[in-house]
């Protein structure tokens, strides 16, 4: 009776082993439903701040590439481009005059210093002239305040003389006529003092006018020593003035590049569609300001989606890149797409987590692990039966006999 039970237990076991061998080769493959479809998702930011002007789009609509999604106010953006386009030009106009101050050649400094030597004599003879003139200068004004102190003393006799016969014609001890002459030497006297007060701002405006003039006569004797040193230290200049043109050189390049930048600000005042596909998160509005960096927007093509299958690490024995699979999708029910594995992940998700499990630390606990697998698609586009990345989908993969 024992024998019998040996028996029959090892027919069982060979009917089991029977049976799994068969719907390994049977089967069609390996199968998750922890899938979903994937695609490209654009994130539209912004390059630079600023203010919304417009929104050109709404949520959901779509677009083709390098269509205007939006506009930032740009009159910021423009007046920089202008001042930098001005700071261009002065950098240029500064660059011809370093180089017009190239020094001459060795028989133009000779001539040059020849030519120095004699402007600094006359400019020498010019000082001294000048301080003449200056010296003539103050003895007029000298002689205008001495003017001006005679004048304000006849004045005030004059009209203290008025101030005495004031009485005496109320009581008409003295004509009317022999006032009026009192009340004519002191108007005199006083227009006489006005007139030496003229003739000193005149005298001081010439001592001001000589002082200028023997300061002038200076900085030309000043300049006239630079020529002449300058003539002497020709070389010297000739290297001073490459450094200043290689200098203004380096602020042109400096400056262009600023421009350049201003006109890229300018350019990005106006957001484009860096894809076409379909306006998804819309969060701009008009009136909206908005920072460097900042999403406005997200743009999703349909045309380039996949579908991420994550299969046991168990089932991935007989999965091979190249295989057939076959995708239905919970939205579309019963219908299938047929699809080929493109890769395999490098690692399981969980490697990618945020917080990776750290088996060494704890108490540890086995757990079967999921590898992502990439399925690209080979059905043609059916309007349809549109695929949108974060669909739920079951993937099954045709290894073995469910290969074609």
Do not use: C
């Amino acid at each position: 009776m024992t024998g019998k039970r040996v028996l029959l237990v090892v027919v069982l076991i060979l009917i089991a082993a029977g049976a799994f061998v068969g719907w390994r080769i049977l089967s069609k493959g390996e199968s998750t439903d922890d899938a979903r479809v994937d695609g490209h998702v654009y994130p539209v930011s912004a390059k630079i701040g600023g203010t919304v002007e417009s929104v050109e789009v709404v949520e959901n609509q779509v677009v083709e590439a390098g269509a205007i999604l939006l506009k930032i106010d740009g009159r910021d953006y423009r007046i920089a481009l202008q001042k930098a386009e001005a700071d261009l030009a002065n950098a240029m106009a500064h660059h011809r005059e370093a180089e017009t101050q190239l020094p001459m050649s060795s028989v133009e400094a000779a001539w040059r210093n020849s030519s120095s030597q004699a402007a600094l004599t006359r400019a020498q003879g010019l000082v001294t002239s000048a301080h003449k003139d200056l010296e003539v200068a103050r003895a007029r004004l000298s002689t205008a305040l001495a003017r001006v102190k005679e004048a304000q003393v006849n004045s005030a006799k004059t009209a203290k003389d008025v101030d005495r016969v004031k009485p005496l014609i109320a009581k008409d001890e003295i004509s009317q006529q022999q006032y009026d002459t009192f009340v004519a030497s002191a108007e005199a006297a006083k227009a006489a003092e006005s007139s030496a007060l003229a003739s000193v701002t005149e005298a001081e405006s010439g001592v001001a006018l000589a002082e200028a003039r023997v300061n002038e006569a200076k900085n030309t004797v000043g300049i006239a020593q630079s020529d002449v040193e300058g003539a002497a230290a020709a070389p010297h200049q000739v290297t001073a003035s490459e450094a200043r043109i290689s200098a203004a050189s380096a602020e042109i390049a400096r400056v262009r590049t600023a421009v350049e930048q201003a006109r890229l600000n300018l350019e990005y005042t106006i957001v484009r569609a860096p894809v076409a596909g379909i306006v998804s998160r819309k969060n701009a509005e008009t009136g909206t300001v908005i920072q460097p960096g900042q999403p406005l927007m997200a743009i999703v093509p349909l045309d380039d989606v996949w579908v991420t299958a994550n299969f046991k690490e168990t089932q991935l024995y007989e999965i091979r890149p190249g295989q057939e699979a076959e995708i239905q999708i919970d939205a579309y029910g019963s219908r299938v797409f047929h699809a080929r594995v493109d890769s395999i992940s490098a690692a399981t998700g969980a490697r990618f987590s945020l917080l990776p499990p750290e088996n060494a630390s704890g108490n540890f606990v086995k757990v079967v692990q999921r590898i992502p697998v990439k399925l690209v698609i080979t059905d043609k586009p059916d309007a349809e039966h549109t695929l949108r990345p974060g669909m739920s989908a079951e993937v099954t993969v045709l290894t073995g006999a469910g290969r074609n």
